[in-house]
């Protein structure tokens, strides 16, 4: 079991950054991997960016090149830079951890991007 505490959403022009974080009530070297999700209203969610235990990491075609998901292992947390944001970026952003198959989730942060 694991609880996921994210923050740093809010609001931002387009073109604007935000960081968000995950912090994770374990030692996030036991998790296979985190991720960050988000659903926009009448979507689906969908996978952003994601990081695996071993430190790999995957990117929505959408984002490569402007998000950066890394994480710090001292502070068990796991961040999404969001640089050159857009206003299809804006929805509510989850945290994800992975463990023996079972996913577990933050309550969500929203991001909302003006144009």
């Known amino acids: 079991q694991v609880q996921l505490v994210e923050s740093g959403g809010g609001l931002v022009q387009a073109g604007g950054s935000l960081r968000l974080s995950c912090a994770a009530s374990?030692?996030?070297?036991?998790?296979?991997?985190m991720g960050w999700y988000r659903q926009a209203p009448g979507k689906q969610r969908e996978l952003v960016a994601a990081i695996t235990s071993g430190g790999s990491t995957n990117y929505a075609d959408s984002v490569k090149g402007r998000f950066t998901i890394s994480r710090s292992i001292v502070k068990n947390t796991v961040y999404l830079q969001m640089n050159s944001l857009k206003p299809e970026d804006t929805a509510v952003y989850y945290c994800?951890?992975?463990?023996?198959?079972?996913?577990?989730w933050g309550q969500g942060t929203q991001v909302t991007v003006s144009s």
């Open positions: 374990r030692n996030i070297l036991t998790i296979n991997a």
């Open positions: 994800n951890a992975d463990i023996d198959t079972m996913a577990h």
